[in-house]
């Protein structure tokens, strides 16, 4: 026993000497903080970008969960952590809407904005066998009959919630028109359509993709400029109803707060060159995931314009404190 | 013929047949850890099979997971600490057959009724998997709503014995489920503004509080006394399963078909089959006072239960991508990145891929018998190392387990305060299995009831609108309502 | 530890109420039916129904029962070290697990609870060294679970 005890002792000191010598970052683990949960598609998606990134830094880069409390726990994770670069992590919509809630006090600006890495635009959708043939006849329902159809995404005030009351505030439908569902996440959601249990799901495209193969459901427009990769068929908003209302959930790389520049540089340069890699393509088109890219000075402007919206949806639907 | 051919050649491939392997290990070691469960065995998976071809990638999930709620059996059944919550159910019992001497004869049924069990989950899965799918789809709020009911009802059935201090520590469970930001309303509640406990407070660190935990401060308040076990050598184990195969025939495949079926719901997976089948085997049980004494039937039919649902758990995933629990969401994922898109056209497009996946969970379910009973083997040497040193250990794997759910201290402090009140509760005759029941129920139970009442426009009746509801309100109105009424009639007649 | 019915019952009626009045203060969501207050308040007003009748069953049993009877771990010194060591170990990793790191914290946690448990301090501490690295190793090099380093920070190995 006492012959282990020395073998540990000896290898500690050694690490310990070892680990002072080196200097340029990365020099140990980088943590890459997920707030929501393992296999879902941001987890995934910065499962592919932390393991591109470990072969391109030469260190570990380890994801972490930190789900809970509609992603706060998460971000609160990622701008709390010490700005040395080894604690970095995936930031998403939920940021520029949490702290319109009063849920807490972080926004786009509590970050080092690294980069944007993907964003997929809300659809939607409706039952295969629905009567409605595009989104003018919903709202025409809708506005006829309030109250009657309901519809489902997310939770209560979640991103594909602001989504339909966006669409609702720029088409001049109150709010009551069509109630929302709140649901745990797009596949419960899209299960509820096939049942009949709500009448429209406005998740994005690649999260309805599924029963929408299979026959079960049929996508009417996708909230974007322009039309879908995944269903170059589908119109968008402004083709099918008019509308400029556009909005998307999107994924982004950030650190904490006044992270080094030095260090930033080369987690920017990193990223950019996974992202324009030829794999990070072929897995975004597998799962049909939307390729954007903004990094730096202009993520900050992408998020800046999307709280803005945000806030003024959240207004108008009574969740801003 | 030709693509079964093709499949056959997909998986006893050496790669696929080596993964395999490995992940049964991995599957089997996972489970038996407090903390880690099929789940998150899983989702480690997911980064290896990045750089697996599609069939291996699924031979390494469907082996891991089959495995992992077997092997979460083992320390339940040895030291009272489920591995997994799909355990839970019949731990108590499991213990108490250990105690009897009768470790390896309740393990052993925990193992091979499992594989029955995955194996009948697998040929609906073959058979009627479309059928079924469709089946699960026209689920919607207001069936899932009588479904959780169900489940609760079955926590009262388990603990009859003093059917109040049951209902007190359901509804603290309950009660526990309230915290945090994940209600229908998005609203925060009882989080003291705390950002921790706005995520709410974890199903798993309260398990392993109650459970693991609290036997751990048993311990130390009993040192001294000494764990007794009268070794019975107990002979051929598998001549003790014939028997046990023959007396309970009905219960294996009852517990195989609801698992099943439950499984196949997407969102209600093995955990509560579970509790589900072993609530029904001791209410049609012709002995059920042998209930809870370490009796070997419920472990039969619940054990059976689990791994079907596991392997029912796919076919909705398969078929529509809707998964039928926190596994298959994950495998979902994974499918897409394989090109293996979930659909129909899965099944009419490239019929050796999911004619190697049936093959797959055949094999799977096999290769556990032997594995199993060698890890059956080597746990048992665990009851041999002092307790002095077991206990300790046992509670940094408690603590490390709780801390990689989340990657958080703060579930660590959830498992403490879970496993102090446990212990109080149960020297004062309260059981705890009920209130791990109650957190995994209460947020679907408010969820499914405030969602319904929002598509109805708050009209209570729309809770037996549709025929498959109002058969599930049936059903368990008639679980609350008949026992009493016929003890009345019965005393009735004979006054 | 056993405690009378009647002294958990008037716990959880204290639980229960306090619950039922908190919850009145919970807002109303617009849509919505029913407000985030009613699941608490009614789980909460079924806690203290039972509570009340607990309290009643206590009462009734006094007799048999008394208001509080300490475990009879409570009176072996050994017995309070035991249960105190095992809250304190846990503790204790809550509190300075992030800070001074896992590999310092672990062997310690483990040696202290052999040595209340009665092993012998030299095989303790053994025993408790190589524990703690075959857990980090499983965890942290083959599961990746990112066990804080705390002042081993900048000797990550």
Redesign the interface.
């Known amino acids: 026993m006492k012959s282990t005890l020395r073998a540990v002792a000896s290898a500690l000191a050694l690490a310990l000497v070892c680990g002072a010598a080196s200097a340029a970052y990365p020099e140990r683990p980088i943590t890459f903080v997920v707030p929501w949960g393992?296999?879902?598609?941001t987890?995934?998606t910065a499962?592919?970008f932390a393991?591109a990134m470990e072969k391109e830094l030469g260190q570990p880069v380890n994801?972490?969960?930190?789900?809970?409390?509609?992603g706060?726990?998460g971000h609160?994770a990622i701008a709390q952590a010490p700005a040395d670069g080894y604690t970095i992590g995936m930031i998403t919509v939920e940021i520029t809407m949490m702290h319109w809630?009063g849920?807490?006090e972080l926004n786009p600006t509590s970050y080092t904005p690294l980069a944007l890495v993907n964003a997929d635009p809300a659809g939607f959708t409706v039952k295969a066998d629905s009567p409605y043939k595009s989104v003018k006849e919903v709202l025409d329902h809708a506005r006829a009959n309030p109250?009657k159809l309901?519809a489902?995404g997310t939770?209560?005030?979640?991103i594909w919630h602001l989504a339909l009351a966006g669409l609702m505030n720029d088409t001049k439908l109150p709010q009551t028109a069509i109630?929302?569902?709140?649901?745990?996440g797009a596949?419960?959601a899209?299960?509820?359509l096939?049942?009949?249990?709500?009448d429209i799901v406005t998740c994005s495209l690649p999260e309805a993709?599924?029963?929408i193969?299979?026959?079960?459901a049929k996508p009417l427009a996708v909230m974007d400029t322009k039309p879908s990769a995944l269903f170059p068929n589908v119109p968008t908003m402004k083709q099918a109803a008019g509308s400029d209302w556009t909005v998307s959930a999107w994924r982004g790389i950030a650190g904490p707060k006044g992270l080094p520049r030095d260090v930033e540089q080369k987690l920017v340069a990193t990223i950019k060159k996974v992202w324009d890699s030829k794999e990070f393509k072929d897995?975004a088109t597998?799962?049909?995931y939307g390729m954007d890219w903004a990094a730096q000075a202009d993520f900050v402007a992408y998020m800046a314009k999307g709280d803005r919206s945000m806030g003024e949806v959240m207004k108008a639907l009574g969740l801003a404190k | 013929m030709e693509p079964l051919l093709a499949a056959f050649a997909l998986v006893f491939e050496p790669k696929t047949l080596w993964v395999m392997l490995g992940a049964s290990l991995f599957g089997l070691f996972v489970g038996a850890v407090p903390g880690?469960t099929a789940?998150?065995a899983?989702?480690?998976l997911?980064?290896v099979t990045?750089f697996m071809p599609p069939i291996t990638a699924v031979a390494a999930i469907v082996t891991a997971t089959a495995m992992a709620i077997f092997s979460g059996d083992v320390p339940g059944c040895l030291l009272r600490m489920p591995g997994t919550p799909a355990s839970a159910a019949y731990t108590d019992e499991a213990y108490a057959m250990a105690r009897k001497g009768q470790a390896e004869l309740a393990l052993g049924a925990g193992l091979v009724f499992s594989a029955i069990g995955g194996l009948f989950g697998t040929a609906v899965l073959i058979v009627s998997a479309p059928a079924l799918a469709d089946f699960a789809?026209?689920?919607?709020?207001?069936e899932y709503f009588w479904l959780v009911l169900l489940g609760l009802t079955c926590a009262i059935v388990i603990t009859s014995e003093r059917p109040?201090k049951g209902?007190?520590a359901l509804?603290?469970g309950?009660?526990v489920a309230?915290v945090?930001?994940?209600?229908?309303?998005?609203?925060?509640?009882?989080t003291f503004g705390s950002?921790?406990l706005?995520?709410?407070i974890?199903m798993i660190p309260m398990m392993i509080g109650m459970f693991a935990?609290s036997e751990?401060?048993r311990y130390?308040?009993?040192?001294?006394k000494r764990f007794d076990v009268d070794e019975q050598p107990i002979g051929n184990v598998f001549r003790g399963m014939w028997a046990l195969a023959v007396k309970y025939p009905k219960q294996i495949l009852r517990g195989s078909a609801l698992g099943t079926l439950v499984g196949a719901l997407?969102?209600a997976g093995a955990d509560i089959a579970a509790w589900m089948s072993y609530a029904i085997s001791k209410k049609t049980s012709t002995e059920p006072e042998k209930f809870g004494t370490g009796h070997v039937e419920g472990i039969v039919e619940s054990g059976a239960a689990n791994n079907s649902a596991l392997a029912g758990a796919w076919i909705?995933a398969l078929?529509?991508?809707?998964?039928g629990d926190?596994i298959t969401?994950?495998v979902?994922?994974v499918l897409?990145?394989k090109?293996m898109?979930?659909?129909?056209?899965l099944f009419t497009q490239n019929p050796q891929n999911i004619y190697a996946v049936y093959l797959l969970f055949i094999l799977a379910n096999l290769i556990m018998i032997p594995l199993g009973f060698l890890c059956i083997r080597v746990a048992k040497k665990i009851l041999k190392v002092p307790?002095?040193?077991l206990?300790?250990?046992i509670?940094?794997?408690c603590?490390?387990g709780t801390?990689?759910i989340?990657?958080?201290?703060?579930d660590?402090?959830v498992?403490?305060v879970a496993?102090?009140i446990a212990w109080?509760l149960e020297?004062?005759g309260f059981p705890v299995a009920p209130a791990i029941l109650g957190v995994v129920l209460g947020t679907m139970?408010?969820?499914n009831?405030?969602?319904s009442?929002?598509?109805s426009?708050?009209s209570l009746a729309a809770f037996f609108s549709r025929p498959v509801a109002a058969t599930l309100g049936a059903l368990t109105l008639a679980a609350w309502f008949l026992p009493p009424a016929i003890r009345r009639l019965k005393r009735a007649a004979g006054a | 530890?056993?405690?009378n019915?009647a002294v958990?019952g008037a716990i959880?009626v204290v639980l229960g109420l306090a619950?039922v009045v908190?919850?009145q203060g919970?807002?109303r969501?617009p849509?919505?039916?029913?407000?985030?207050g009613l699941?608490?308040g009614l789980?909460?007003a079924?806690?203290a129904v039972?509570?009340a009748?607990?309290i009643a069953?206590g009462i009734r049993h006094r007799a048999a029962q008394p208001w509080f009877v300490a475990?009879?771990?409570s009176r072996t010194v050994?017995?309070v070290a035991?249960?105190a060591?095992?809250?304190v170990?846990?503790?204790a990793?809550?509190l300075l697990?992030?800070a001074l790191g896992?590999v310092v914290v672990?062997p310690a946690?483990?040696v202290g609870?052999?040595v209340v448990?009665?092993?012998r301090p030299l095989h303790a501490a053994g025993?408790a060294v190589v524990?703690?690295l075959v857990?980090w190793y499983v965890?942290y090099k083959l599961?990746?679970?990112?066990?804080p380093w705390g002042v081993l920070k900048n000797h990550a190995f």
């Open positions: 393992a296999g879902g598609g987890d995934t499962r592919y393991a994801v972490v969960n930190r789900t809970g409390g509609s706060v726990v609160s809630q849920l807490t109250g309901k489902s939770g209560q005030g979640g109630p929302w569902v709140p649901s745990n596949a419960p899209m299960q509820d096939a049942a009949g249990g709500v993709r599924a029963l193969d299979a026959g079960k897995f597998s799962k049909g | 880690l789940t998150m899983t989702a480690l997911v980064p990045f789809l026209r689920f919607s709020s207001f109040l209902i007190v509804l603290l309950l009660l309230c945090g930001l994940g209600n229908p309303a998005g609203h925060p509640r009882f950002t921790e706005m995520g709410g974890g935990v751990i401060l130390a308040a009993d040192s001294g997407p969102g909705p078929v529509f991508g809707i998964p926190s969401a994950i979902i994922g897409y990145m090109n898109n979930p659909g129909p056209t307790r002095e040193i206990m300790p250990v509670l940094l794997f603590i490390v801390f990689a989340n990657n958080t201290v703060f660590v402090g498992m403490l496993g102090v109080i020297e004062n139970l408010e969820e009831f405030i969602t009442m929002i598509k426009d708050g | 530890m056993k405690l019915d958990i959880l619950v908190h919850v919970f807002p969501i849509g919505q039916t029913v407000g985030p699941f608490p789980i909460a079924g806690l039972c509570g009748l607990l069953s475990g009879a771990w050994r017995g035991s249960v060591a095992v809250i170990a846990i503790a990793y809550v697990g992030d896992f672990a946690i483990l609870l052999f448990f009665g092993v025993l524990a703690s857990i965890f599961l990746r679970v990112p066990l």
